[in-house]
C-alpha cells in the first residue's frame, strides 16, 4: 500500500478563519479523494481530486467552501474555508493506485475543531 | 435511496472467539466490496475486498462472505485479538459512468474484544 501523511494531523480553529490541510503521498498515484468523518460517523466522499483539473464534487459540497488543489501526482490540498463549529470533523484524504484500481488506502486523517 | 448499511452497531467479544460482522447492500449493480478497519485515531485501513463473481474470499484470520442473492456481506474474523477491536466498515463500489466510481461506506460496526 502506499505510505499517506496528512499535516496538519488535528488544530482548533476559531468561527470564520480558514485551514488549508496536505496530503502527501510517497509514490505517483492516478486518484486522490477528500473525505469527511463527523464523530462517530461513516465516511462522506467531498471531492476527487483530478491532476491538471479542477476537483469534481459531490452532492452537498461546494468549491467555495471546500477548494482543492493536486498540482501532481503525489500531493492534495483541502481547504476548509470561513470555518463554522458544524465543520468540526475528521478529513481524510485517500489514494488509488494504478496497480490496484477501485481500492483506496486511507491518511491517518486531520481532526478539526472549530471554536 | 440505496444504501450500505450494517444489522448491527456495536459488536462485543471474548478474546480468541470467532466474529462476525454483517452488512447489507441495496445496489444489485454494484460488483465490488471492500472492508476497512478503523483504529480510534487513525484513517481506515484496508482488510480485505470481494468481487461479486466470488461468493467467499479469505486473508490472514479473515473471511468475507457475499450472498448476492440477499445481497448481504460479511466479515467473519478468526479468534479475535485485543487489537482486532477497532470500528469496521463495508463499503460499496458504484460506477458513475465509465471509470469514474464512488466508495460508499456503511455505518460502521464497533467491535470490542474482551480479554
Known amino acids: 500500500s502506499a505510505v499517506i501523511s496528512q499535516k496538519p494531523s488535528r488544530d482548533i480553529c476559531q468561527r470564520g478563519t480558514s485551514l488549508t490541510i496536505q496530503c502527501q503521498v510517497d509514490?505517483?498515484?492516478?486518484?486522490m479523494f477528500w473525505y469527511r468523518q463527523q464523530p462517530g460517523q461513516s465516511l462522506t466522499l467531498i471531492a476527487t481530486a483530478n491532476q491538471g483539473s479542477e476537483a469534481t464534487y459531490e452532492s452537498g459540497f461546494v468549491i467555495d467552501k471546500f477548494p482543492i488543489s493536486r498540482p501532481n501526482l503525489t500531493f492534495s490540498t483541502l481547504t476548509v474555508s470561513n470555518m463554522s463549529p458544524e465543520d468540526s470533523s475528521i478529513y481524510l484524504c485517500s489514494v488509488e493506485r494504478l496497480a490496484d484500481q477501485e481500492t483506496q488506502y486511507f491518511g491517518p486523517g486531520t481532526r478539526l475543531l472549530v471554536l | 435511496g440505496e444504501s450500505v448499511g450494517l444489522h448491527l452497531p456495536t459488536l462485543s467479544v471474548q478474546e480468541g472467539d470467532n466474529s462476525i460482522i454483517n452488512c447489507a447492500y441495496s445496489?444489485?449493480?454494484?460488483?465490488?466490496f471492500i472492508w476497512y478497519k478503523q483504529e480510534s485515531g487513525k484513517g481506515p485501513q484496508f482488510i480485505i475486498d470481494?468481487?461479486?463473481?466470488?461468493d467467499k474470499r479469505q486473508g490472514q484470520r479473515v473471511t468475507v462472505l457475499l450472498n448476492k442473492t440477499v445481497k448481504h456481506l460479511s466479515l467473519q474474523i478468526a479468534a479475535t485479538q485485543p487489537g482486532d477491536s477497532a470500528v469496521y466498515f463495508c463499503a460499496e463500489v458504484r460506477y458513475s459512468g465509465g471509470s469514474n466510481y464512488k466508495l460508499t461506506f456503511g455505518k460502521g460496526t464497533l467491535l470490542t474484544v474482551n480479554p
Open positions: 470481494i468481487r461479486s463473481n466470488m
Open positions: 445496489n444489485s449493480a454494484s460488483d465490488y
Open positions: 509514490s505517483q498515484v492516478t486518484m
